[in-house]
């Protein structure tokens, strides 16, 4: 999850519409905290200096820092090689690949 530190996201904001925006993609739910907290949890996604954009009844700004996702990163593969017909399934070993799948 994303969590932004801010002002005006609302006081007893029970009845208010929130969003957050990360690029062009909406967080999947966003909690609102307090007046300067809100939290969101983030898609999976893939970018660099992407805008974050918290919206509370229609009235929305941009936060002054941009986010990043970070890139996938491949550590090794198994088996390193396989014939030219094919073979046996390759294992991509690594890490920010995104979220793991639901079982």
């Given at each position: 999850?994303?969590?932004?530190?801010?002002?005006?996201?609302?006081?007893?904001?029970?009845?208010?519409?929130?969003?957050?925006?990360?690029?062009?993609?909406?967080?999947?739910?966003?909690?609102?905290?307090?007046?300067?907290?809100?939290?969101?949890?983030?898609?999976?996604?893939?970018?660099?200096?992407?805008?974050?954009m918290a919206s509370v009844d229609g009235s929305s700004n941009a936060a002054a820092?941009?986010?990043?996702?970070?890139?996938?990163?491949?550590t090794s593969l198994t088996p390193a090689s396989v014939s030219e017909h094919g073979?046996?399934?390759?294992?991509?070993?690594?890490?920010?690949?995104?979220?793991?799948?639901?079982?």
């Open positions: 999850s994303l969590v932004l530190f801010g002002s005006n996201f609302g006081s007893a904001c029970a009845g208010c519409a929130i969003s957050v925006h990360v690029g062009a993609s909406e967080c999947a739910s966003v909690q609102w905290t307090s007046a300067t907290k809100v939290a969101c949890l983030l898609l999976p996604g893939v970018g660099a200096g992407l805008t974050v820092q941009s986010f990043s996702y970070n890139a996938p990163r491949v073979g046996p399934l390759v294992t991509v070993n690594g890490y920010n690949f995104g979220m793991a799948a639901p079982p």
